[in-house]
């Protein structure tokens, strides 16, 4: 708690001389990283990619909405474009935007550090960076990679292949790690401003090398990758430091009823900061399928995922015309399941971009398919142990010993359907993304309806390019690609 305080009272420094690019002087000397303090840098880059990935329209946000996991609630028109479908040019379009000018903009002031005293920041800024263009390639596919981040030296950055960059990131991942380790005695340790680990540098190789299962897994479904995902695992095993088995989250200081200092998700979903519901949290619910799911499977997260009204959990249909029928106030907020509290837990609460449950189904899937020892059983009970943990929901172990399909392993005669629903179950509202990415890949879970104002037979696979993007980048932007058709290259 001291750490996260000092963190906090850092990003308020940085916040109240003015916007982080004046005060750092990024527009006026791009190129001379050495001209700023790290230790400013690195908290605003962190408190960027938590606000990226659980704001409003953020990326949880985005996998939620497509997963079939979150509706509407009647008396709110909030998500119409998400029902249906509506993934134009400027859809969601500042998962790209942010991604390139805020986070990632940050890092890479860390990256191009090249006092060896920074030698922590700088690996820190390379992990950071390598998580946010996987997230991003997922998304879009081909994104700009080698060229990008160059500022006033390179404003109309060329598209690398999606491959390509998932090639390069492992080795980012695994050059940060070499930095970390080469690191000389005198390196200053970022303990007082790194809002994840506080400057535990083991916990971030850990951190790389569970990214490095998080991109090798994603590719597990394709033909011709066996010898590049087997050499990579050998990589990790030889590094030797293993995985970081634990929730991985950002905290730069939040504070429960403070304007613009609360945990993003918490001041969209949650209460704003005078302590009433927000418009958001009322409108944001379960969807009929997840509710009755998790009820016809025994689930007991199910009030944790989602709060119980009175009269009983009750989902919604994403897009939902006649909210009186068969009804009338049925579907109102008071009767609806909203977010539950194992999600929204307070305004301080930490930033969650990795999930140990996560892990452990990634890890599950590696072992089923060989590339790793250990039993993909034991990874996947573990997996849904993390879940109940991270929820408060209490002891896993009669849930997944149960004879059901999809929760008890035995009962489960495709084990990875198994695993990739388990996961779906884990993440929603958490990282539900990775849900969104893993049903592109592998179709699972299986009959996830589709919003009933689709004009398309299945969710979409992808982001359009964004309109700032084709206006900026035009030359270099690839062919908008049909977003429900056009499966980023791991799902092809």
């Known amino acids: 708690m001291k750490n996260i305080q000092k963190i906090a009272l850092l990003f308020l420094i940085v916040i109240t001389l003015g916007s982080c690019q004046e005060f750092l002087d990024v527009n006026t000397d791009p190129n001379n990283p050495t001209s700023v303090s790290p230790g400013l840098v690195l908290p605003v880059g962190q408190a960027y990619t938590a606000s990226i990935m659980q704001q409003d329209r953020g990326i949880n946000h985005l996998g939620n909405m497509f997963m079939y996991n979150w ?86 950055p060329k598209y690398d292949a999606s491959q390509t960059v998932y090639e390069g990131i492992m080795n980012d991942l695994t050059a940060a790690i070499e930095v970390i380790e080469n690191a000389p005695e005198t390196a200053e340790n970022p303990e007082e401003t790194d809002a994840v680990f506080q400057g535990e540098m083991m916990s971030w190789k850990q951190f790389a090398n569970s990214l490095k299962v998080r991109i090798l897994t994603r ?26 088995f634990g929730d991985v989250a950002i905290n730069p200081g939040y504070i429960e009823g403070q304007v613009d200092k609360q945990n993003p998700m918490w001041d969209e979903l949650g209460s704003d900061a005078s302590g009433s519901q927000t418009a958001s949290s009322k409108a944001t619910c379960a969807t009929d ?16 995922i989602y709060e119980e009204p009175g009269t009983g959990h009750l989902g919604v249909m994403q897009g939902l015309t006649n909210y009186d029928s068969p009804v009338l106030d049925a579907f109102v907020p008071e009767n609806v399941s909203n977010i539950g509290p194992g999600i929204l837990k307070s305004g301080d609460m930490s930033a969650t971009i990795y999930t140990l449950a996560e892990l452990y189904f990634n890890l599950s899937e590696a072992a089923l398919n060989g590339y790793i020892a250990g039993s993909a059983q034991n990874f996947y009970e573990s997996g849904i142990q993390a879940s109940f943990d ?17 929760v008890g392993w035995a009962a489960s005669t495709n084990k990875l359907e198994a695993i990739i629903t388990q996961k779906w179950i884990a ?24 919003s009933l104002k689709a004009t398309s037979i299945d969710r979409p696979v992808r982001l359009a390019y964004p309109a700032s993007e084709i206006s900026s980048n035009g030359g270099n932007v690839p062919s908008q690609p049909n977003v429900f058709t056009s499966k980023i290259f791991w799902a092809n």
């Open 289 to 304: 399928f997840i509710i009755t799911y998790l009820e016809n499977t025994g689930d007991p997260r199910i009030s944790s």
């Open 390 to 406: 991270f929820l408060d929901a209490g002891d896993a172990s009669e849930y997944y010993t149960a004879a059901k399909v999809n």
């Open 71 to 156: 509706s509407q609630s009647d008396g709110f028109s909030w998500y119409e474009d998400e029902f249906l479908y509506a993934v134009t040019s400027t859809f969601y379009e500042q998962v790209f935007e942010r991604s390139y000018a805020d986070a990632m903009k940050q890092y890479e002031i860390l990256v191009n550090l090249e006092d060896s005293k920074y030698a922590y920041y700088k690996a820190i800024g390379m992990i950071m960076q390598s998580y946010h263009y996987q997230i991003l390639v997922d998304t879009y596919g081909d994104v700009p990679y080698s060229e990008a981040l160059g500022r006033s030296l390179n404003a109309t």
């Open 219 to 244: 590719q597990m479904s394709m033909s011709g990758r066996e010898s590049y995902i087997t050499a990579e695992f050998a990589k990790i095993e030889a590094e030797g430091s293993g995985y970081y």
């Open 427 to 450: 993440v929603n509202g958490i990282n539900a993304e990775q849900s969104w990415f893993d049903y592109s890949r592998t179709g699972f879970p299986t009959d996830l309806p589709i």
